[in-house]
């Protein structure tokens, strides 16, 4: 009997041709249709991928009887809708990153899921490696003794970047805080097993004389945690490609430098390091993050697990990246 999972796939994004092989190749799951605000569109992508299926819309691969979880890799701005319909339809939900583009998004969506009953999960790949579950391991199992202070940087030039990218659209949730600094607000809040009191950060905006009709190309962030804890974060569309984090405390630090996608695959690599300059390497080897993000997500529905804990982290770092942006808007220290 085959009760692999069966996907269908809303747009035909650029993410979604790294994702597809994985869902393909999984014992867990199968692709069964793509769907595009074009047919011709979703065609080109069936083809290619060799998917069955292809619609010319994505409410026909939402009401399709033969697919039982949707892929949703759309502009961050359509997420809350597209799962919300996804969930209505009894459908799970691989949402991408962020998982929307406000806390209260966040929470219809995930109200939704439990509602309708099925999982969802949003497409932060990282957290479900082996080489992640260690570094946190040793940030809660008293490795580095108290911890004290997450940094963490995750930057690309955005100038590789068509200018109608959605990265570069306020209307479609664009802008480097919910692009990439969504992993360093994410990582600092799962390391820290905790939410930020308050937060303060300031932006580099795309047109710096209309700042409410812009989306941040850079931000540093500051977020003050309970007890002298405090996280602080880069990301943006200007400096190199840089996705590093530390994770100190008052004996030791994780220092990683490809914290959100290895830059050898083969060999996921991290360091302690020491009071003394003693650094030492770790490997954690495991399969391609893209393979991990779906085998964690196919485990969610085969054990029916609704409300997991992976929720709580998306919606709490979706709040703190609201206050950032209000944050960066103001000028002020903000509260969460
Ligand atoms: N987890 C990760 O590692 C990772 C990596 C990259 C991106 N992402 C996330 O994945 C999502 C998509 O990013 P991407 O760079 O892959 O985007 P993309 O290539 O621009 O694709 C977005 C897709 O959304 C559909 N779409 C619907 N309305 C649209 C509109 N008004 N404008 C543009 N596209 C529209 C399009 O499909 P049709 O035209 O075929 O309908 C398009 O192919 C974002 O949330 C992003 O943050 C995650």
């Known amino acids: ?73 759309l502009p961050a701005s359509l997420h809350c809708e597209y799962a919300l319909q996804a969930a209505a339809a009894g459908k799970h939900i691989l949402c991408e990153k962020p998982l929307a583009v406000s806390a209260e998004q966040a929470k219809q969506m995930i109200d939704a899921a439990k509602r309708h009953q099925i999982v969802l999960l949003d497409g932060t790949m990282w957290y479900h490696t082996s080489r992640a579950r260690e570094m946190k391991t040793l940030a809660e199992n008293g490795s580095v003794g108290e911890l004290l202070q997450v940094t963490s940087a995750f930057t690309f030039p955005g100038n590789v970047l068509a200018a109608d990218n959605v990265r570069f659209s306020k209307d479609l949730g664009g802008g480097s805080l919910l692009d990439v600094g969504w992993y360093c607000v994410g990582a600092s809040l799962w390391m820290f097993n905790d939410v930020p009191q308050r937060v303060f950060a300031a932006a580099q905006w795309q047109n710096p004389e209309n700042i409410s009709d812009s989306v941040d190309m850079h931000m540093n962030g500051l977020m003050w945690f309970s007890g002298d804890r405090v996280a602080s974060f880069e990301s943006g569309f200007t400096a190199i490609r840089r996705r590093w984090i530390e994770i100190a405390g008052s004996q030791a630090a994780l220092v990683c430098d490809d914290f959100t996608r290895p830059w050898n695959p083969e060999k996921p690599r991290f360091w302690i ?30 054990e029916r697990q609704i409300e997991h804990p992976w929720l709580m982290l998306s919606l709490n770092t979706q709040r703190v990246c609201d206050a950032l942006m209000k944050s960066a808007r103001s000028g002020s220290v903000e509260n969460v």
């Open 273 to 302: 390091h020491d009071a003394n300059g003693v650094s030492h390497q770790q490997v954690y080897e495991h399969p391609p993050i893209e393979r991990c993000l779906v085998e964690a997500f196919c485990d969610l529905v085969h």
């Open 1 to 73: 009997m085959n009760n692999k999972l069966r996907f269908g796939i809303l747009g035909t994004a650029r993410i979604a041709k790294s994702v597809t092989p994985h869902l393909q190749a999984s014992a867990a799951a199968e692709v069964v249709a793509v769907g595009s605000r074009d047919k011709g569109r979703a065609q080109k992508f069936a083809d290619e991928l060799q998917i069955p299926q292809a619609f010319g819309s994505y409410a026909e691969v939402l009401h399709s009887p033969d697919i039982d979880a949707v892929y949703i890799p």
